[in-house]
Nanobody, 113 residues
Framework: QVQLVESGGGLVQPGGSLRLSCAAP????????MAWHRQVPGKQRESVAV?????STNYADSVKGRFTISRSKNTVFLQMNSLKPEDTAVYYC?????????WGQGTQVTVSS
């Protein structure tokens, strides 16, 4: 079982910023993609951003221009700027390696005044 360690969630006012991080084991090789998803109660988990092994990135339309995903070795980051109340969710890290996918435990992000 691969353990992903997430950090960086919390409470922030609208317009504020947060940075999430997720570390996969350093011994985990051949990672195809690292991504962030989010979920609010009663709704399906949705993809927020992904960075592939070739460095290419993709974002959900709702976060384009505000969120930036990046990767350093086996750690993936999500810089979230200009946060809105509708960004409130539990954010999950996801790592894809060959045909297997691994999820982090989730970190709560709350945007509220």
């Amino acid at each position: 079982q691969v353990q992903l360690v997430e950090s960086g969630g919390g409470l922030v006012q609208p317009g504020g910023s947060l940075r999430l991080s997720c570390a996969a084991p350093g011994s985990l090789a051949s990672i195809d993609a690292m991504a962030w998803h989010r979920q609010v109660p009663g709704k399906q988990r949705e993809s927020v951003a992904v960075v592939k092994s070739d460095g290419s990135t993709n974002y959900a339309d709702s976060v384009k221009g505000r969120f930036t995903i990046s990767r350093s070795k086996n750690t993936v980051f999500l810089q979230m700027n200009s946060l809105k109340p509708e960004d409130t969710a539990v954010y999950y890290c996801y790592v894809q390696r060959f045909s297997l996918g691994y999820w982090g435990q989730g970190t709560q992000v709350t945007v509220s005044s």
